[in-house]
């Protein structure tokens, strides 16, 4: 089925400066950059490492909602996709599969589930690369 009113069109997120920080200590990246949703997503990747999945939680949830207040004030309406292709969309799409991830060791299966069904809407390519 076709949708008659077109798609939404792609998001596209400005460049995290957190991204060129990435390199030094990741708990000093998200002090210096508290708004970047690359600095939470590498924090919670790090607590997923480490077994540490309150911690990765935490701090994929606050990834996830920079992403989202950056996103909306870049246009995104709700919906439509958000490119794994493009780099700065990056840190939120990883926070988003952090977040799947750390849901799921909690023991919340339904935010787990939506987060999933969000990152394959958002981007078939960063589902696959991800989950």
Same mark, same amino acid.
Not at 58 to 78: P, V
């Given at each position: ?37 690359? !600095?939470? %997503?590498? =924090? *919670? ?5 480490? +077994?540490?999945? #309150? @911690? /990765? ?37 990883? !926070?988003? %599969?952090? =977040? *799947? ?5 909690? +023991?919340?299966? #339904? @935010? /787990? ?19």
């Amino acid at each position: 089925m076709t949708n008659l009113l077109g798609e939404p069109p792609e998001t596209l997120l400005p460049v995290d400066p957190a991204e060129s920080a990435s390199n030094g200590d990741p708990r000093a990246v998200a002090r210096a950059y508290p708004s970047s949703s690359h !600095a939470w %997503a590498f =924090l *919670a990747e790090q607590a997923l490492a480490a +077994g540490a999945a #309150v @911690e /990765a939680y935490a701090f994929a949830r606050t990834g996830y909602h920079r992403g989202m207040d950056l996103l909306r004030r870049s246009g995104w309406k709700g919906f439509g996709p958000i490119p794994w292709s493009h780099e700065p969309n990056r840190g939120f799409l990883r !926070a988003l %599969a952090a =977040l *799947a991830t750390a849901s799921e060791l909690v +023991g919340d299966d #339904v @935010e /787990a589930h939506r987060c999933r069904e969000f990152l394959r809407e958002s981007s078939v390519e960063a589902y696959e690369a991800l989950t």
